[in-house]
Nanobody, 119 residues
């Protein structure tokens, strides 16, 4: 079984920073792209940032220059450094990974971690 476990969410004031982590575990052979999504109340889940296996990144326009995605392939972990946070960044953040197990290839999701930006 594969698990993606996020951590690092919480309450932060506007202008503050948080670092999210997502560790993948299980019978993983290899991991291709990894990504962070977010879903605000009443809205659809949207991609925030994505990183390829080689380290190429892309970001939603709303977070460019404020958020940085990175990964540690040795630890099967993806990170999201979030700076200059705004109230509109409030959402549940989910990590996502396209990975190959011993039996198949598929897309897996974490359970989500809540980020609240408020004074």
């Amino acid at each position: 079984q594969v698990q993606l476990v996020e951590s690092g969410g919480g309450l932060v004031q506007p202008g503050g920073s948080l670092r999210l982590s997502c560790a993948a575990s299980g019978n993983i052979v290899s991991i291709d792209a990894m990504a962070w999504y977010r879903q605000a109340p009443g809205k659809q889940r949207d991609v925030v940032a994505r990183i390829s296996s080689s380290g190429s990144t892309n970001y939603a326009d709303s977070v460019k220059g404020r958020f940085t995605i990175s990964r540690d392939n040795a630890k099967n972990t993806v990170y999201l450094q979030m700076n200059s946070l705004k109230p509109e960044d409030t959402a549940v953040y989910y990590c996502n990974a396209d990975l190959r197990t011993t039996g198949s290839f598929g897309t897996y999701w974490g359970q989500g971690t809540r980020v609240t930006v408020s004074s």
